[in-house]
C-alpha cells in the first residue's frame, strides 16, 4: 500500500517540476497529459515507483539534451485519460501551486471515463481556462 506521504511528494513534486498540459484533438474532444521533466534519475525512479503502486500507466521519454544543461532531462508523461484521472483523484488532496488546474481536468475526466463523451461548449472552454491559469502575473 502507497503511504500517504509518498503521495503527498509526488504532489508536490508535480507541482514544482510538472506540467498540465490540455489540447483539443478533434471538434468534441479534450486530452490532457501531466508530465514531469527533471535531470535527476534518483526523483524520476522514485516516481515511477509510486505510479507502479498506485497502477498508473505512464511512458518515460528517452533523454533530451536542453541548451545551457551540464546533464541530459528525463521526461515521464501520464497521458491515457483512466491515468491522468486517477493521478488528479491520487494527488489532488495534497496540490497547491496546479489545483486550479487538475480540478478542471477532473470535472471533465468525471463525465469522460467509462463512456463515449462529446465535451460540450463549456467543457471545452476548460481549454481558455487552463491558460489562464497558467499566466504568470
Known amino acids: 500500500m502507497v503511504k500517504a506521504t509518498d ?13 498540465v498540459y490540455a489540447r483539443q484533438i478533434s471538434i468534441r474532444g479534450l486530452t490532457f497529459r501531466i508530465t514531469i521533466e527533471t535531470v535527476s534519475e534518483t526523483m524520476i525512479d522514485k516516481v515511477r ?10 511512458r518515460i521519454e528517452p533523454p533530451i539534451w536542453r541548451k ?5 532531462a528525463l521526461r515521464l508523461k501520464v497521458d491515457k485519460k483512466l491515468a491522468v484521472h486517477k493521478l ?13 488546474e487538475l480540478i478542471l481536468i477532473k470535472s471533465y475526466l468525471d463525465k469522460a471515463i467509462g463512456t463515449y463523451y462529446s465535451a460540450t461548449e463549456e467543457d471545452l472552454n476548460i481549454l481558455t481556462k487552463l491558460k489562464e ?4 502575473a
Open 7 to 19: 503521495i503527498a511528494w509526488l504532489s508536490g513534486i508535480i507541482d514544482g517540476e510538472g506540467c
Open 49 to 58: 515507483e509510486i505510479l507502479n503502486q498506485c497502477e498508473v500507466d505512464y
Open 68 to 72: 545551457n544543461s551540464t546533464r541530459f
Open 88 to 100: 488528479c483523484n491520487l494527488i489532488l488532496p495534497y496540490c497547491v501551486v496546479k489545483k486550479s
Open 133 to 136: 491559469l497558467k499566466k504568470v
